[in-house]
């Protein structure tokens, strides 16, 4: 065996130890093979929403909602807070979609006759938002001059909404909100 590591092999006109061909061919087969030795890796990520809405009735837990309110009399008020978290430390920009929905009741369609709305955001206020009509069953609410709002990093905004029905409003009114990407 020792011959044969020292022994020379003429390649391309010049001698080459064995023993050079044997580790050139070692390499070759190792460096072959390494494809199909290497594991493959992966990573998982989670990407949850940078916004988080919750609302609630004043004094009680806020949670992502929807809101019932119900067991009123027409001529009654009731208060409820909205809450618009940004979780992320850069500025978003949203289209906030406030709605009401109450199914008809007696052949009475919901309208935005049926109550008021005074609101104030981070104890700014009064303000009266304006109501929308969109179909039969649900009105948009539009609490400010524009729907389109830019949050700051980690802002948050409070809303306290005080809603008072008319004495003729009947119906089992259900309050949303959902900030959506423009």
Same mark, same amino acid.
Not at 47 to 63: H, Y
Not at 152 to 163: A, E, I, N, R, Y
């Given at each position: 065996m020792r !011959?044969l590591?020292k022994? !020379?092999?003429?390649?391309?006109?010049? @001698?080459?130890?064995v023993?050079?061909?044997f *580790?050139?061919? *070692? =390499? /070759?087969?190792? =460096?072959?093979?390494?494809?199909? /030795?290497s594991?493959?890796?992966? @990573?998982n990520?989670v990407?949850? #929403?940078?916004?988080?809405?919750?609302?609630?009735?004043? &004094? +009680?837990?806020?949670?992502p909602?929807?809101?019932?309110?119900e067991s009123?009399?027409? @001529?009654?008020?009731?208060?409820?807070?909205?809450?618009?978290?940004?979780?992320?430390?850069?500025p %978003?920009?949203?289209?906030?979609?406030?709605?009401?929905s109450?199914?008809?009741?007696?052949? %009475?369609?919901?309208s935005?006759?049926?109550?008021?709305? +005074?609101a104030?955001t981070?104890?700014v @206020?009064p303000?009266?938002p304006?109501?929308?009509?969109?179909n039969?069953t649900?009105?948009?609410i539009?609490?400010?001059? =524009?729907?389109?709002?830019t949050?700051? &990093? /980690?802002?948050?905004?409070?809303?306290?909404?005080?809603?008072? $029905?008319?004495?003729? =409003?009947?119906?089992?009114? +259900? $309050?949303s #909100?959902?900030?959506?990407?423009i």
């Open positions: !011959k590591m022994k !020379k092999v003429n390649v391309f006109g010049k @001698g080459v130890p023993l050079a061909i *580790i050139l061919g *070692i =390499a /070759l087969v190792s =460096a072959a093979l390494v494809p199909y /030795l594991n493959a890796i992966t @990573g990520v990407v949850d #929403s940078p916004m988080v809405q919750e609302i609630g009735l004043v &004094g +009680e837990t806020l949670g909602g929807p809101l019932t309110l009123m009399r027409g @001529g009654e008020s009731q208060t409820f807070v909205m809450q618009t978290t940004n979780l992320a430390t850069d %978003i920009t949203g289209d906030v979609m406030n709605l009401v109450s199914e008809p009741v007696d052949g %009475i369609d919901v935005c006759a049926d109550f008021t709305l +005074e104030y981070n104890n @206020g303000y009266y304006t109501c929308t009509e969109i039969t649900t009105l948009r539009h609490y400010g001059p =524009a729907d389109v709002i949050w700051g &990093g /980690l802002q948050v905004d409070t809303t306290k909404v005080t809603v008072t $029905f008319e004495v003729n =409003a009947v119906g089992t009114y +259900e $309050f #909100s959902q900030v959506m990407d």
